[in-house]
């Protein structure tokens, strides 16, 4: 099926529907599809504003010529058929909830911007932009089969809903349809990952000690990005606190002031580079006596989970060989019902276990007079980069790009690690040279360029021919 004459198809392929390919990222990024379980129902279970995004994804689907199912809004897939019908397919999977916007906004969040070459808005990277890479990959060869060709797998893109926060529309999905012979997620950087660390993400809480001095503590987004900025409202005259690196101080009201502590944000897989702002807020705090005597402890705690993005200050640090390091940031604080919890994303390597984590953390939470528990966890993932599929997507990308195209593993986790044969396939070059206003994902100004996502585009479409040929 690959051949000069395909790939000549494929390039005037890109070129014809590339602004349709922008225009479809824009309207999935008007959607502010943040889960919100408070607000589910029947039918849209991570919340309307994800199911928003789901149904608008859905009728793209639709309107490139794929045979659309809707999974009980958990999520969804659209298909062209081949001649193994559907029990057996190939597939992409892709999602289109995001995490939410944050500040620090230069250009709006929730459209797409064009500028010298990229396009900038919340998931044109992670992952709306990537999505309707797929969608397009999959019109390519719905083309192909109205006029005529059988493919020999049926091709399905899987429309994900719920990858930020927890990822459980894909248990629901492997519940009710046989697995993909191959699944790859285009949610990541080339050239392709074959391996994820084990997921693990908890919480610390604190007695009922807010109040006496520290009236409020907010900072974050989500527990599986590092804080950008965190926020105390404490009992003292604003007046009379001074100003310190990476630190502000406003009144809040009589005999209150308000601490504006900012960091530099980040993805919690990748902390190097990365100022946790919760760690600032904290060592200030400590250091112009703004904590009580019950609030102390926790504050002293927020240091050591802050110390370093890698687990040695608290005990908990692993590494191997595979893998690397462990991680473990602080991602969010809130004051709850007079208590103070703080939560703690980890992504670990085989030489440690969930269990092993929990067992640190709870000592030391224990040491400053807290409680803590585990909220969620999956062990590592990984697949051999020698078997075919991964080969057949390798020399692709290798041939497109002309660098060497070798596996490797991330502290992230994709939808990859829920499939027995799948990996994460790009789109993000991470050698590509960024202009210093493009933001990264899950950050402000999130940014890609338009050069990476259509050459990926093309790379998608010669790989799903490439596995088309496999025996699988």
Request: glycine content about 12%.
């Amino acid at each position: 099926m690959v051949d000069e004459q395909f790939k000549q198809q494929v390039d005037a392929y890109v070129d014809e529907v590339w602004e349709d390919v922008v225009a479809d990222i824009a309207r999935l990024v008007r959607h502010e599809s943040v889960e919100d379980l408070s607000a589910a129902e029947p039918g849209k279970p991570w919340g309307p504003a994800s199911n928003a995004a789901l149904v608008e994804a859905e009728q793209m689907a639709e309107r490139l010529g794929l045979e659309v199912t809707d999974v009980d809004g958990y999520l969804g897939f659209a298909d062209v058929p081949g001649a193994s019908g559907a029990q057996r397919y190939l597939a992409t999977i892709a999602h289109t909830d995001i995490v939410p916007l944050g500040l620090g906004w230069t250009m709006p969040a929730l459209e797409v911007t064009r500028k010298d070459g990229w396009l900038v808005g919340r998931g044109v990277q992670d992952d709306k932009g990537p999505f309707v890479l797929s969608l397009y990959a999959a019109n390519f060869f719905a083309r192909r089969v109205a006029a005529g060709e059988t493919l020999p797998y049926t091709l399905r893109c899987i429309i994900g809903n719920n990858e930020e926060t927890g990822m459980g529309d894909v248990p629901y999905y492997l519940e009710r349809y046989p697995e993909p012979l191959f699944c790859f997620s285009p949610d990541a950087d080339f050239p392709l990952i074959c391996g994820e660390k084990g997921l693990y993400q908890g919480r610390f809480t604190s007695g009922q000690v807010a109040g006496e001095k520290i009236v409020e503590l907010d900072g974050g987004t989500v527990p599986n990005a590092i804080c950008g900025q965190a926020t105390a409202v404490v009992r003292a005259d604003a007046a009379t606190l001074p100003a310190a690196e990476r630190v502000e101080v406003e009144p809040a009201g009589e005999g209150l002031a308000r601490v504006i502590a900012t960091g530099i944000g980040g993805h919690a897989s990748m902390p190097a580079g990365t100022v946790n702002a919760i760690g600032v807020l904290a060592r200030y705090l400590l250091a112009q006596g703004l904590a009580g005597e019950g609030e102390r402890g926790f504050l002293e705690l927020l240091v050591t989970l802050t110390e370093d993005a890698y687990g040695r200050a608290s005990g908990i640090a692993a590494a191997d060989d595979k893998f690397g390091e462990l991680t473990c940031v602080a991602g969010t604080v809130r004051t709850v019902d007079g208590r103070f919890v703080q939560t703690v994303d980890s992504r670990y390597p085989t030489t440690t276990t969930g269990e092993a984590i929990t067992a640190r953390l709870s000592e030391l939470a224990a040491e400053h007079g807290c409680s803590y528990e585990q909220t969620s966890g999956d062990a590592p993932f990984y697949v051999s980069p020698d078997s075919p599929e991964i080969q057949a997507l390798l020399a692709t990308y290798g041939e497109y790009t002309g660098k060497r195209a070798e596996a490797f593993t991330i502290g992230g986790g994709t939808y990859a690690r829920h499939f027995a044969r799948a990996c994460a396939f790009g789109p993000n070059d991470p050698d590509e040279e960024r202009p210093a206003w493009a933001g990264t994902e899950h950050g402000p100004d999130e940014a890609i360029s338009e050069k990476s996502l259509r050459q990926a585009l093309k790379i998608y479409i010669v790989a799903i021919a490439r596995l088309m040929e496999l025996d699988l």
